[in-house]
T-cell receptor
Framework: NAGVMQNPRHLVRRRGQEARLRCSPM?????VYWYRQLPEEGLKFMVY????????ESGMPKERFSAEFPKEGPSILRIQQVVRGDSAAYFC??????????????FGPGTRLTVT | QQQVKQSPQSLIVQKGGISIINCAYE??????FPWYQQFPGKGPALLIA???DVSEKKEGRFTISFNKSAKQFSLHIMDSQPGDSATYFC???????????WGAGTKLIIKP
């Protein structure tokens, strides 16, 4: 029973390049959440997706960031024209349902993005 | 009002001692309070959670104490072990909202 999988685990990009982070939710989970964690800080919600739908992207920066969760395949968090301030750990979580059962957000190991 | 304030930032406890981490919140609409444990290089893992209809919840060596009137909740780790050394995050959410509001974390070190 594989957990939430994220790849790559570490990603180095130069300023101006694009970063693509992938998340495969746990089997049977149809809800995906992306969080960002800066060093020495807690996680910050970015976006909540269900298959083929963005439910809430209120935590996403308005520019350069986008997310998708296609019918087939993993969820993708895309950061265009990365800047040094994008350097952080990006965590994906999944749950079998949304709403009150919040404890069921299972987290992946994260992708550590470094922008040079 | 959306913040969750966590203290201390770091904590060193002797093996066998009690580790106590505190969190405070402002939003009285919050009704779900989980604690997460995170080891270096790993994602957070749910440790224990509480809802405000109870004042305490215990699971093994881990206990959450909840004070609704003071808008505070805390994590107690009894008989702390070196394997408990990790960063601990409190969080909160309200109703059916999936957005977890996280504290800044406490780095716990258990000295053998």
């Amino acid at each position: 029973n594989a957990g939430v999988m994220q790849n790559p685990r570490h990603l180095v990009r130069r300023r101006g390049q694009e970063a693509r982070l992938r998340c495969s939710p746990m089997k049977g989970h149809s809800h995906v959440y992306w969080y960002r964690q800066l060093p020495e800080e807690g996680l910050k919600f970015m976006v909540y997706l269900q298959k083929e739908n963005i439910i809430d992207e209120s935590g996403m920066p308005k520019e350069r960031f986008s997310a998708e969760f296609p019918k087939e395949g993993p969820s993708i968090l895309r950061i265009q024209q990365v800047v040094r301030g994008d350097s952080a750990a990006y965590f994906c979580a999944s749950s079998p349902r949304s709403g009150a059962a919040l404890g069921e957000q299972y987290f992946g190991p994260g992708t550590r993005l470094t922008v040079t | 009002q959306q913040q969750v304030k966590q203290s201390p930032q770091s904590l060193i406890v002797q093996k066998g001692g009690i580790s106590i981490i505190n969190c405070a919140y402002e939003n009285t609409a919050f009704d779900y309070f989980p604690w997460y444990q995170q080891f270096p290089g790993k994602g957070p893992a749910l440790l224990i959670a509480i809802r405000p209809d109870v004042s305490e919840k215990k699971e093994g060596r881990f206990t959450i104490s909840f004070n609704k009137s003071a808008k505070q909740f805390s994590l107690h780790i009894m008989d702390s072990q070196p394997g408990d050394s990790a960063t601990y995050f409190c969080a909160a959410s309200k109703g059916s909202n999936y957005q977890l509001i996280w504290g800044a974390g406490t780095k716990l070190i258990i000295k053998p």
